[in-house]
């Protein structure tokens, strides 16, 4: 398996964010993209490679153009308001919610700053920009790898991007790296994609973006939303509109659910994936359904994940394995790379 790292993953590093009505420290931190790139290594699954860089174009097909320009610019703003910010991470404080307007743009920072977000647990940092945007170009890489003759590839990165949508950041998540390879496979020639988010957390940001469309299908199996974040989407009735009606389907779990019931509903993921016609499939691979994640509720354990790969690797498809969440470090690389060779092994 062909690996694209973010060799510049660590510029993002927050000092902090907001949990439970305290700064406590960054729960998404660098030593969780250095672990799987250690395991995978060690195991000899492949080379590792630095991807390519993509042109600013390619990421405005998923995201707005006033968005890419804020992220590009924000630290630089923050520095602008008071020069001692370069000591402290960049936080939102206030939202358009119902009722206000977010078509305007506001000329102050703090406005706009929360008008590309959706809460106050991600913090922007100095390196922000450089990491989410080579992150980006895994993505875009490990997708046209498969064009090239690859069976699987796997964009090794963080930030994490299944909670970005195409104009706000949230969740860890600034770049929406799953849609941004789905969306390159079309552009290569596929009729339709399919996509699988198997993070303990809906992929809010990748549902959003391909609700109204029909050349991809977005499956999710995560925690109920009326008790984990991201609480306003991923509820099983939301099905997709328009002319992608049909192709989202969301299957929440009750927070405790067992592995049996966790695998049930990959299975029927897998079902309706197979019945979509896909030509390719991208994975959102989170790994926080792992039983001992600290802030998750799932109970998986390191073996599972082999059989998650092996499940994946018998729909047939050329895949490319998105990193994205997981708070438990100590096994990340275990559990992510468990999923890899799994899929290897039954490919």
């Not at 592995?259 to 079902?271: D, G, I, N, R, S």
Request: proline residues 5%; hydrophobic residues 45%.
């Amino acid at each position: 398996m062909l690996a694209f790292f973010n060799e510049h993953h660590a510029q993002h590093r927050g000092k902090h964010e907001m949990f439970r009505g305290a700064l406590v420290p960054a729960f998404e931190k660098p030593e969780r993209a250095d672990l799987v790139v250690a395991e995978f290594g060690r195991r000899g699954l492949g080379d590792i490679v630095t991807p390519h860089g993509v042109p600013l174009m390619s990421l405005e097909k998923i995201h707005t153009p006033r968005y890419l320009h804020f992220l590009r610019n924000a630290w630089s703003e923050w520095l602008a308001l008071d020069p001692d910010n370069a000591a402290r991470d960049a936080f939102p404080s206030a939202w358009p919610i119902r009722g206000l307007r977010a078509d305007i743009e506001p000329a102050s920072f703090a406005g706009r700053m929360g008008l590309y977000s959706m809460d106050s647990g991600t913090p922007f940092t100095a390196g922000t920009w450089i990491a989410a945007k080579t992150g980006a170009d895994c993505a875009v890489n490990a997708a046209h790898a498969l064009r090239l003759g690859e069976r699987g590839t796997f964009a090794l990165t963080r930030p994490p991007g299944h909670h970005a949508g195409a104009d706000f950041f949230g969740g860890y998540c600034f770049l929406n790296n799953a849609a941004l390879a789905a969306q390159h496979l079309l552009d290569d020639g596929a009729a339709r994609v399919g996509i699988l988010d198997i993070d303990y957390h809906h992929g809010n940001g990748t549902q959003s973006i391909f609700y109204h469309r029909n050349d991809v299908l977005f499956t999710s199996v995560h925690a109920d939303p009326r008790d984990e974040y991201p609480y306003y989407l991923g509820h099983a009735d939301e099905t997709g509109d328009g002319a992608g009606a049909g192709c989202t389907m969301n299957l929440p779990l009750a927070r405790g659910s067992t592995p049996a019931q966790w695998f049930a509903a990959l299975e029927t993921a897998c079902y309706k994936l197979a019945s979509f016609g896909a030509e390719a499939l991208v994975v959102s691979l989170g790994v926080d359904t792992f039983a001992g994640d600290p802030l998750s509720h799932f109970a998986l354990q390191s073996g599972d994940y082999l059989r998650v790969g092996e499940r994946i690797a018998h729909l047939g498809l050329p895949t490319v394995f998105v990193m994205e969440g997981g708070s438990a470090v100590a096994e990340m690389g275990l559990n992510i790379v468990n999923v890899l060779e799994g899929f290897e092994t039954a490919a």
